[in-house]
């Protein structure tokens, strides 16, 4: 076969020197036929003017010549100069010779030793040829360039130079006796300085590069002064060979002085020429330079303003990230900057800020602190545009951060574009991590090829979703996904406990309030990873069962143990159960202050005698360290029951009481290796419950039963598919509307449909995508049909109809037209007997003029919610965090007050949670997506966090990987005491694992003026305040056990009003008297009463029974915070949440079931029974 390569001979290179003169003469001796395509370019005059001027390489050797031959010539007229004697001249000898000392007069110049100079015959003939050369390449691009006008050629300045240049060498070609006059030579430098202009330019041009205008105006700027030194320095130099005669270093001594305006005098003209000069190079200089010095000063202030570049040097020596936003906030700008700069690894990182806007004022001065303005460069520029990329050195960065612009009016436009310029990214370099942050759902799918990506709707909806069967899911995710700062200080009891010293979260620890110190202390604990063979935690659990190691692990360390990963497998499984046997190359995941990297371990040997002398009690306990862990530890006789219990897991069954009388009940060990015949076989499919076989009351008389399966339809592209509970047919849209009656169902409010479960209320703006995450973490098949609760969604605008297609499918899914601003919608949708009330921040409100305002609509609201329906839980959602301290606002409360004052501490501490004290965060009813910001940051260190917290909050279900859920500590709960016990029954039993508890104490406060609507003198008020401060500070801790101690407001108001019947008066009769009127309509008329009465007269209006409406419950005397993995001695207590990750109920279905590939398509039409088991 012929090669066709060897057959086509290589074309020649255009644009060469011979192919000017040749042209395409090489190749008519070629049979074949040649066919060419130009503009213009045939002729000999378009060949030149592409070599010389168009093309740019060509051009650019042009160029470089000619700055060459001017530089050549300035050094050759510096050589003459140092090779020249005046007194030698042949024309000046017979003048010296007539003219004595004795005659000359001051007045007279000799004039011979300007015009005539002294030139070699070698050094005349380089003057010659430069000049030759110079002119003829001069007068060649001037017709090249000539486009008409021939004035226009001839009349500029580079044109005349070179004409006084070169023109007189040529004549003294054909006129020898002018071969020494004097020709200013020197001003070829202006020509050297005009060639090195363009010279860059072609530069740029040819590598295909912007040139920065700085580094341009710079160099003008210093080529105009050395030839305005250098002018001057010839000029005076060559005058005062008739004066001085000083030598070129004289001259320059003297121009460098003169400039400098500093002016010693001891070197000065003598002839009227040589100070005619340097008056005109004075002029010059003050015209010139200040020009310039204008130029670059604009070029200087523009460039910070934009930021300038990033050193290529520099990003190839250290290590940078980019973030790019649409608009940069201060808020924003520090959660990165103190987030990212947490860890201590990347404390040599730098930030590259890449922003289209101006940096704003706030911005500008913080980064003048010296902490960041050694660490942040700030870009002004876009990152669509290939050149400001290259400017950040994309391609040589660690990561890029992208971030939305959660403020915008039209979050769809934002993420557009975000969109774009993930993709310029990826498209720029291919190779940078991306760390993305959306806003819609339905945009994820767009950038699947981003490393990471944090989907704020769907985050916020699950994460609302959970906190209405998980209380305060927000602030547990809130505070594992943030960095502690915390300081280096030992942990006594747990110390011993332990023998490790570790790294705590001391923030609060000042505080006088028992709670504060246990919610901040905890509120260290992360998430954390290691590999098992490399961990002195779980190294000795190889072998052995994942509830084992996390018991053990707990047990002896501390630490909480809530998962591992595959070493060829990139799924992580949360708590994948007590089958799953720890290998030594998994990856576990734990829960602890720090990580083991940064712990001490010590021997607990040393330990153990002292403390066996003495009991040690510890903490919340109240019982000796080393009693509690021989009851962990013991062997259990009396086993307990580990049949499988409920999925809400409601209680701890009390062991039967066998045997010696009066004896602990004791807990059965967690074993090494499950053990088949002591797992729960059950399928949690069928809800353990009798609800599967005996339909509700509701379900029976609409005729509903329910089924698991996918559900059929999502609203987006993207959306994790979700095993829930589901509807065997759709509900007619007609059907879904709550407050409107139709042709299957004639019921108009939440009353009439009669549900057993309290209702989940969501009050939103529209009916987003975002809002189907919402619904299907309550639908999950996990949970319980017997405990789903109804959702009733109140939109400000009517849902659009694929968004009913999705909702459809799933039980007790309705929706209302209304708004949170008017109570009659509010009572028709069932307020008044809701478990929740989950208030979405409007995204017609998220901008404001003044960015703090954005809450202020929801604000209000959600504070007339709280004064109408005290008993209501309300989960609010907010733009910005830095509002939660006007949640369930009291203007006089005093612990709000000293709340606010422990706020401003953490925050000069530069705390990153510093409202994290603030009574409605630590309770979970106050929520930022702000806060989740975090999540992404992290992700650059943590790679893992993502992935987790999407586990935990039901976003993605993975195969084998359990889910979070919570138990209610009761009356029968209390036999297991300590928190220990419980992870042990918990492990033993049903293969839970216990990652924190959500605790409500007794606030003891005496009624505000929110309630109570008396005026008493400020003798009074200052002494309650007091009384009210005491009886706070004295409140019971969490060593409390009499947790049903809740007085009623009534209760105390009458409590109050006694105390003031039985002070002494000290007034005026007719003031006594009105106080004691007051005093007697105190429980009488409150203001919680007229509210009361507003609400039931509405409710009758509506022809609403009140019934449901409960006027006297407040949670206002109550607190509720969180503990992430306490320590093994904490007490429990009544009324404690603890929250649980459960093992995927899928890996107990016994293999003789049907497959779980079942779908819901397949059950449709079955039994119940079969319908739930796959």
Not at 208 to 222: D, G, P, W, Y
Not at 414 to 437: E, G, M, S
Not at 829 to 840: D, K, Q
Not at 1134 to 1146: E, G, K, M
Request: aromatic share 10%; charged share 20%.
């Amino acid at each position: 076969m012929v090669d066709l390569d060897s057959e086509v001979p290589p074309l020649p290179p255009r644009y060469r020197f011979r192919d000017l003169l040749l042209g395409d003469q090489g190749w008519q001796s070629d049979d074949r036929v040649q066919v060419e395509f130009y503009m213009n370019e045939n002729t000999f005059k378009e060949r030149l003017k592409l070599f010389f001027i168009k093309n740019q390489r060509s051009s650019l050797r042009i160029r470089l010549f000619n700055f060459s031959l001017k530089l050549l010539s300035c050094f050759l007229y510096i050589v003459r100069v140092l090779l020249d004697d005046p007194t030698q001249g042949l024309e000046c000898k017979e003048l010296n010779r007539s003219c004595s000392s004795q005659n000359y007069t001051p007045g007279t110049i000799d004039w011979s030793p300007i015009i005539w100079v002294n030139r070699s015959l070698p050094l005349w003939g380089l003057q010659v040829s430069v000049a030759v050369i110079s002119l003829f390449e001069t007068l060649l691009l001037s017709y090249l360039s000539y486009k008409g006008n021939i004035w226009e050629q001839i009349l500029r300045i580079p044109f005349l130079l070179e004409i006084i240049n070169a023109v007189p060498f040529i004549i003294t070609i054909f006129w020898p006796v002018l071969r020494n006059l004097f020709i200013p030579v020197f001003l070829n430098c202006w020509l050297a300085k005009h060639a090195l202009e363009n010279m860059i330019n072609d530069l740029h041009r040819a590598i295909q590069r912007t040139q920065s205008a700085m580094f341009n105006q710079v160099l003008i700027l210093i080529s105009t002064l050395l030839c305005l030194i250098f002018t001057c320095i010839c000029g005076i130099q060559h005058l005062e060979r008739a004066g001085n005669r000083l030598t070129l270093f004289d001259s320059l001594y003297f121009c460098i002085v003169t400039f400098s305006t500093v002016g010693f005098g001891d070197v000065t003209p003598k002839i009227w020429p040589s100070k005619l000069l340097v008056v005109i190079m004075i002029c010059v200089a003050l015209v010139v330079l200040p020009i310039q010095f204008e130029q670059l000063a604009y070029l200087w202030m523009e460039r910070q303003k934009s930021g300038g570049n990033y050193s290529r040097y520099r990003a190839q020596t250290e290590k940078h990230v980019v973030l790019c936003v649409s608009s940069l906030k201060i808020d924003l700008l520090m959660d990165f900057l103190n987030e990212f700069y947490a860890h201590p690894r990347l404390q040599d990182y730098y930030v590259v800020i890449l922003c289209p806007t101006e940096m704003d004022a706030q911005v500008r001065r913080v980064l003048q602190i010296p902490m960041w303005s050694q660490r942040v460069i700030y870009l002004q520029g876009s990152a669509l545009k290939d050149q400001d990329l290259l400017r950040a050195k994309m391609d040589n960065a660690e990561a890029c951060f992208i971030l939305s612009s959660r403020c915008e009016v039209d979050r769809t436009a934002a993420d557009h574009q975000t969109i774009l310029r993930a993709w310029a990214v990826k498209d720029f370099a291919p190779n940078c991590p991306l760390y993305v942050q959306i806003l819609k759902p339905e945009n994820k799918f767009h950038i699947k090829f981003a490393d990471h990506v944090v989907c704020e709707e769907e985050f916020k909806y699950a994460m609302l979703a959970l906190n209405c069967i998980c209380p305060a899911t927000s602030t547990l995710i809130t505070l594992l996904v943030h960095t502690s700062r915390g300081h280096t200080a030992p942990w006594e009891a747990f110390r011993q406990l332990t023998g490790t010293k570790q790294t705590l979260n001391r923030e609060s620890q000042q505080s006088p309030e028992q709670w504060q110190k246990m919610y901040g202390r905890c509120s260290g604990n992360e998430v954390y990873h290691i590999n098992l063979e490399e961990s002195t935690f779980f190294a000795e659990y190889e072998g052995k069962s994942f509830t084992y190691a996390s018991f053990h692990a707990h047990k002896k360390f501390g630490v909480c143990l809530i998962g591992v990963r595959k070493e060829d497998n990139k799924n992580i499984l949360l708590n994948p159960g007590p089958r799953y046997i720890m290998s030594s190359t998994d990856i576990c995941f734990y829960i602890n202050i720090t990580k083991e990297e940064n712990s001490a371990f010590k021997k607990q040997e040393k330990h153990r005698k002292n403390h066996e002398s003495k009991l040690s009690y510890h903490g919340a306990s109240r019982l000796p360290v080393h009693s509690i862990i021989a009851s962990m530890g013991t062997v259990a006789i009396d086993l307990q029951d580990t049949g499988c219990r409920g999925a809400s897991g409601a209680t701890l069954a009390l062991p039967a009481q066998g045997g010696r009388e009066g004896r602990r009940p004791s807990i059965a060990p967690v074993l090494e290796v499950a053990d088949s015949s002591s797992l729960p076989t059950c399928d949690l499919l069928s809800d353990q419950s009798e609800d599967e076989t005996t339909p509700s009351d509701e379900e029976g008389s609409a005729g509903f039963e329910y089924a698991k399966g996918y559900p059929p339809y999502s609203p987006y592209i993207g959306s994790s598919p979700t095993f829930c509970h589901l509807l065997h047919e759709k509900v007619p849209f007609c059907c879904l509307r709550l407050d409107k009656g139709c042709q299957h169902n004639y019921y108009e409010d939440a009353k009439a449909y009669g549900f057993k479960n309290k209702l989940i209320i969501v009050a939103a703006e529209t009916a987003g995508n975002g809002l189907y995450n919402f619904i299907v973490p309550l639908r999950a098949y996990y949970r319980p049909k017997k405990e789903l609760n109804p959702i009733v969604l109140l939109l400000d605008n009517p849902p659009d109809m694929h968004f009913l297609d999705a909702i459809c499918w799933f039980p007790m899914v309705y929706y209302m037209v209304g708004s949170i601003d008017n109570l009659d919608d509010l009572l028709r949708c069932g307020v008044t007997f809701a478990a929740n009330m989950v208030v979405v921040d409007k995204e017609s409100t998220m901008s404001a003029e003044e960015d703090y305002m954005a809450d202020a609509k929801t604000i209000v609201n959600v504070q007339t919610l709280f004064r109408l329906f005290s008993s209501l839980s309300i989960i609010t959602e907010l733009t910005h965090p830095a509002n939660m301290r006007f949640m369930q606002f009291r203007a006089k409360d005093c612990y709000s007050l000293a709340l606010s004052k422990l706020e401003k501490k953490e925050r000069e501490k530069g705390s990153n949670l510093a409202f994290m004290f603030r009574l409605p965060f630590a309770a979970g009813r106050v929520f930022s997506i702000s806060m989740l910001d975090t999540l992404l940051y992290q992700s650059f260190v943590k790679d893992y966090m993502i992935s987790i917290t999407r586990l935990l909050l039901g976003l993605d279900t993975t195969p084998g990987s359990g889910f979070l859920c919570s138990m209610k500590i009761t009356e029968e709960d209390l036999w297991i005491r300590t928190y220990a016990r419980l992870y042990q029954k918990l492990c033993s039993s049903t293969g839970d694992i216990p990652i924190g508890v959500y605790r409500t104490e007794s606030q003891k406060l005496t009624t505000s003026e929110s309630q109570i609507s008396i005026s008493v003198e400020d003798w009074e008020d200052t002494k309650d305040t007091k009384e009210q401060f005491s009886c706070r500070g004295n409140h019971r801790n969490s060593t409390s056990s009499d947790q049903s101690d809740h007085p009623l407001l009534r209760r105390k108001s009458m409590q109050w009003a006694r105390r003031l019947s039985r002070r002494a008066p000290r007034h005026s009769a007719k003031t006594a008297e009105k106080i004691n009127q007051q005093r007697m309509n105190l429980y009488r008329r409150s203001e919680r009463q007229e509210l009361a009465e507003l609400v039931k007269n509405r409710m009758k209006h509506l022809g609403l029974s009140p019934a449901g409406y409960d006027e006297m419950n407040d949670h206002q005397n109550t607190l509720s915070y969180i503990l992430i993995n306490p320590s093994p001695d904490t007490r429990l207590e009544l009324n404690d949440i603890v929250y649980l990750i459960r093992p995927d109920p899928l890996t107990y279905v016994p293999n003789a079931g049907p497959s779980r590939k079942n779908s819901f398509c397949n059950t449709v039409g079955q039994d119940t029974r079969e319908e739930t088991q796959l």
